[in-house]
């Protein structure tokens, strides 16, 4: 809390958090220092890995619908 008042005082406005290892806030201050062409290539970055994941994932889907697992029995 010490800090937050610390900045306040100074005049600068840097995000903090009250949990000690929290990765939004850690992620929050590292971009708040960072150079804007930093955090442009760790966005694309990022959206690149999801777009990724998001076609390893549908590839798979349409595998398993490919063989279903269940098989209706009409009893009488």
Do not use: W, Y
């Amino acid at each position: 809390m010490a800090e937050k008042e610390t900045a306040r005082d100074e005049g600068t406005d840097v995000p903090t958090c009250p949990v000690s290892i929290c990765p939004v806030g850690m992620m929050l201050t590292l971009a708040g220092q960072a150079k804007p062409e930093v955090v442009e290539h760790l966005l694309n970055a990022g959206r690149e890995l999801i777009m990724a994941a998001t076609v390893f994932l549908n590839a798979r889907a349409d595998a398993v619908s490919e063989s279903p697992r269940l098989e209706r029995i009409d009893v009488d």
